[in-house]
């Protein structure tokens, strides 16, 4: 039962437009949702966060939205880089202020931009 | 600046065969987790130390896996005996701050069980 949904498995962009990769979970006390990113043969690497308070943080090029009504975040990627082509991963926890051991990813989306 | 390292990278063994995965967190971090990514589950979290102590041991799949962290600067994953259902990448990642999921994770070890 997965409580981190990213239902697409991969995006295709052309470079510079808009990237959205999407996330849906399903447990309400989620409070702090982040954005992982990850090259082939690397370890995943921390992209944005954004805690429950809030509906949008905004780092750059990249943007997460969080919707807490519909129990989803979105992540805006503007404008799209060849070298943005990388797997995203939404992750969750209940416990923001807590421990983080209890982080729930999600399966990924890849991302592919096309020059 | 060294991040978290693992080894080995790549790992190939007979099913029965015990594995040993090494890790060495970020110097200061003072959390540890093992993670194993396969296609089916993706990400999953299998065990975290605090400070050197075992906190939530409740994603290791069974008796077979076992973690330790004698020291801050040292972990190990075992697998004995392995079977071809553990066939993964292992994730090592470290964090300097309880209160944040901002993990720092190592290249991985790919083990293949054949």
């Known amino acids: 039962d997965q409580q981190v949904k990213q239902n697409s498995p991969s995006l295709s962009v052309q470079e510079g437009r808009i990237s959205i990769l999407n996330c849906d979970y399903t447990?309400?006390?989620?409070?702090?949702f982040l954005w992982y990113k990850k090259y082939p043969a690397e370890g995943p690497t921390f992209l944005i966060s954004?805690?429950?308070?809030?509906d949008k943080n905004e780092d750059g090029r990249f943007t997460v939205f969080l919707n807490k009504s519909a129990k989803h975040l979105s992540l805006h990627i503007v404008p799209s880089q060849p070298g943005d082509s990388a797997v995203y991963f939404c992750?969750?926890?209940?416990?923001?202020?807590?421990?983080?051991?209890?982080?729930?990813f999600g399966k990924g989306t890849k991302l592919s931009v096309k020059p | 600046d060294a991040g978290v390292i693992q080894s080995p990278r790549h790992e190939v063994t007979e099913m029965g065969q015990e594995v040993t995965l090494r890790c060495k967190p970020i110097?200061?971090?003072?959390?540890l987790f093992w993670y194993r990514q396969t296609m089916m589950r993706g990400l999953e979290l299998l065990i975290y130390?605090?400070?050197?102590?075992?906190?939530?041991d409740s994603g290791m799949p069974e008796d077979r896996f076992s973690a330790k962290m004698p020291n801050a600067s040292f972990s190990t994953l075992k697998i004995q005996p392995s079977e071809p259902r553990d066939s993964a990448v292992y994730f090592c990642?470290?964090?300097?701050?309880?209160?944040?999921?901002?993990?720092?994770f190592g290249e991985g070890s790919r083990l293949t069980v054949l």
């Open positions: 130390f605090n400070n050197n102590v075992p906190i939530d």
């Open positions: 954004i805690s429950s308070i809030k």
């Open positions: 992750a969750a926890s209940p416990n923001y202020g807590g421990s983080q051991g209890n982080l729930i």
């Open positions: 990642a470290s964090s300097p701050n309880a209160n944040t999921g901002e993990l720092f």
């Open positions: 110097s200061g971090h003072n959390s």
């Open positions: 447990n309400s006390m989620f409070d702090y």
